[in-house]
């Protein structure tokens, strides 16, 4: 099993937006590590510690998350602040169709839907 991890400098903030704005499950570990959670997947996220991952690394992850309806959610986000890159659009291929938006600390979030029955 692969996890993805984020770093946060203000972790309590970040998992409120997440949670507030796009939906997403948080279940706290202690005050420093949290786990994001959305139908089965999981992602870490940390406080952003420099001195011990040689640098820092908040607002640099780039992550993927299955919604149904990208236009509902999309518009749910947008109504709540989300800090929005684009519309929903569909791929050239048509085999996705989601948006992209940026959490409070930089980090990318695309909200898509695949089709792989096509």
């Not at 939906?23 to 202690?30: A, F, P, S």
């Not at 001195?51 to 986000?77: C, F, I, N, S």
């Amino acid at each position: 099993m692969n996890i993805p991890s984020l770093t946060y400098r203000d972790l309590p903030a970040a998992m409120d937006e997440l949670r507030d704005v796009y939906g997403l499950e948080i279940d706290w570990h202690d005050e420093e590590l949290a786990e994001i959670r959305w139908r089965g997947g999981v992602a870490l996220a940390q406080v952003d510690q420099p001195e011990l991952v040689h640098g820092p690394k908040a607002g640099h992850a780039w992550m993927y998350v299955q919604v149904d309806d990208p236009d509902a959610h999309y518009t749910r986000a947008l109504a709540k602040g989300a800090r929005v890159l684009d519309e929903p659009h569909t791929t050239s291929d048509g085999l996705q169709r989601g948006y992209r938006a940026l959490d409070r600390e930089g980090n990318l979030w695309n909200f898509v839907l695949y089709r792989f029955d096509l």
